[in-house]
């Protein structure tokens, strides 16, 4: 297990974040990105979660919703799972990713196949 405080945790997310990108980024709409200690009982080994409607199932009605899709990397399980620093950076960054990807209306199978699981 790898131990990071929550501001330096919040850090490494923010690190992954400002990693992607730009224009990647950019296509992000209306998407806010938190840190939780750990997701909810039922699903401890949980990463990350992404919370909302990806962009390619969004219609016309979409626009009347205000509140922003969240993606969550759970604080507790990702350093778990890590035997060091370098891990536990790398498994953040790939949650970005494979959390964005639910953003883009990318499913787990198919991040499976591109090795982003």
């Known amino acids: 297990m790898v131990y990071l405080t929550r501001e330096e945790f919040e850090a490494a997310v923010s690190d992954a974040l400002d990693a992607m990108p730009a224009d990647l980024m950019r296509q992000l709409d209306n998407v806010a990105f938190f840190v939780e200690d750990e997701p909810d009982p ?26 922003p899709d969240r993606i969550v990397l759970f604080r507790g399980p990702l350093m778990r799972m890590c035997v060091d620093r370098d891990e536990l950076l790398s498994e953040i960054q790939v949650t970005v990713v494979h959390e964005i990807a639910h953003h883009f209306g990318i499913d787990d199978d198919r991040l499976h196949e591109l090795g982003w699981a």
């Open 42 to 67: 039922g699903d401890p080994e949980l990463l990350g979660l992404y919370e909302g409607v990806a962009l390619t199932e969004r219609d016309n009605g979409w626009g009347m919703v205000n509140l």
